[in-house]
């Protein structure tokens, strides 16, 4: 998992870097500061980062092997990217009405690949999270030695969410 990380880590990294290069480059508009909205993105910002906190408390339910309480704490972590994700096609959708779009400008093309492969990461780590309710269900969860499957899980979740802080921090907070 640490080797998946780290390379994805670097993954990231380039796309943050061809954002960077490419942001105030854009001769089209519209441009950042014309379609943010900062107050609404830092809410769905704050909701996927609760979601670390329910994976913790999901973490720690497993290692004690209450599975009623990990169920829940894995749904709730679920149903926290599930909005997160919401919120990113909403703020999608606004955009495309607003004229930016994939092909539109390099700002457009390095947002839509930069965001769009971070909710891409967020729904495998929600369909990851799903798998092991599913296990929980089925008895596949069961025992102390199964907590490391739900800490690895929560490591990459815990991952996506730091990416998340880097993403917003430079897409959308330096000018």
């Not at 954002?19 to 996927?48: C, E, N, Q, W």
């Not at 149903?79 to 096609?89: A, M, P, R, T």
């Not at 596949?140 to 490591?155: C, Q, T, Y």
Request: proline fraction near 3%; glycine fraction near 10%; aromatic fraction near 18%.
């Amino acid at each position: 998992m640490w080797l998946f990380l780290a390379s994805d880590c670097m993954f990231f990294g380039s796309l943050i870097g061809t954002f960077m290069v490419y942001k105030g480059r854009s001769i089209v508009g519209p441009s950042p500061h014309d379609i943010f909205d900062i107050p609404y993105t830092s809410v769905s910002a704050f909701v996927l980062l609760m979601s670390s906190l329910t994976m913790v408390l999901a973490l720690a339910a497993i290692q004690r092997n209450d599975q009623i309480r990990a169920r829940i704490w894995l749904i709730t972590t679920a149903l926290l990217g599930s909005v997160f994700i919401g919120g990113q096609y909403y703020e999608f959708t606004v955009f495309y009405q607003e004229g930016l779009t994939l092909s539109h400008s390099l700002f457009g093309s390095s947002f839509f690949t930069l965001t769009g492969f971070h909710g891409a990461h967020v729904s495998l780590g929600i369909f990851w999270l799903l798998y092991l309710v599913a296990g929980s269900f089925t008895g596949r969860l069961s025992g102390p030695d199964k907590a490391l499957w739900v800490e690895i899980a929560g490591l990459y979740w815990h991952f996506v969410d730091i990416v998340w802080i880097v993403i917003f921090t430079v897409v959308y907070l330096l000018p």
